[in-house]
Every structure is written in structure tokens, then in C-alpha cells.
């Protein structure tokens, strides 16, 4: 079955990077689109970004130019660089699969595989 384990949360300072990590197991993750998810307290969940199974990315307005999506094909695994971090990017964060096979980013309604998330927190 579709596994997805993210780490790499963890607290730091506004002006600070993370980098989260996603490990996906159980499907031919080479082929499918990953997106990056995140949920505030108290707020909706909202997409950070995506990559197709191509390396193409797709960034939500609010973390372009901060974040970065990449993807390492042989070692399925999915990464989410974060850098100049803001307390309002605090959040749960999520890392996604799409539903099907396709070679671009879907819109965030068709990830339908999450993993079970991990805790960022900036300060100010």
C-alpha cells in the first residue's frame, strides 16, 4: 500500500531554513506527481507546491522564491527546502501523491495519498 513518512520539522528562528523529507513506498513513485501540503491552527490546508514526475514545479504565491520542491527518482524520495522562513509558515506540513498517472502537476484536489505530516514552527 502507498506509504508516505515525512521528517525534518522541527523549530527555528524567522530567517531560518528547514528542509523536510518525504519517503514514499508502495507504488512506482517515478511516475506519479508529489505536492507539498500545509495546515495552520485554526485554518484550511493549503497547497505549498508540487513537482511532476518530470522535475516541473508549481509554488503557491506565498513561498515562491523560498521554497523548493526536488525530487530524487532512484531513492523515491521528495523534498521540500525551505529557506528566509516566516512565522506565518508555521504549520503542519504534508507531503502528497496524486491519484493517477499523469505528467503534470494536478490540481491539489487529486492528491488523495498523505502522509501523516510534520511540525514546523518559526519564530519571530
Known amino acids: 500500500q502507498v506509504q508516505l513518512v515525512e521528517s525534518g520539522g522541527g523549530s527555528v528562528q524567522a530567517g531560518g531554513s528547514l528542509r523536510l523529507v518525504c519517503a514514499a513506498s508502495?507504488?512506482?513513485?517515478?511516475?506519479?506527481?508529489m505536492g507539498w501540503f500545509r495546515q495552520a491552527p485554526g485554518k484550511e490546508r493549503e497547497g505549498v507546491g508540487c513537482?511532476?514526475?518530470?522535475?516541473?514545479?508549481r509554488y503557491a504565491d506565498s513561498v515562491k522564491g523560498r521554497f523548493t520542491i526536488s525530487r530524487d527518482n532512484a531513492k523515491n524520495i521528495l523534498y521540500l527546502q525551505m529557506n528566509s522562513l516566516k512565522p506565518e509558515d508555521t504549520a503542519m506540513y504534508y507531503c502528497?501523491?496524486?491519484?493517477?498517472?499523469?505528467?503534470?502537476?494536478?490540481?491539489?484536489?487529486?492528491?488523495?495519498?498523505w502522509g501523516q505530516g510534520t511540525q514546523v514552527t518559526v519564530s519571530s
Open positions: 508502495g507504488f512506482t513513485y517515478n511516475l506519479y506527481s
Open positions: 513537482i511532476d514526475r518530470s522535475g516541473g514545479t
Open positions: 502528497a501523491a496524486d491519484g493517477r498517472i499523469r505528467s503534470y502537476c494536478p490540481p491539489d484536489e487529486l492528491f488523495v495519498y
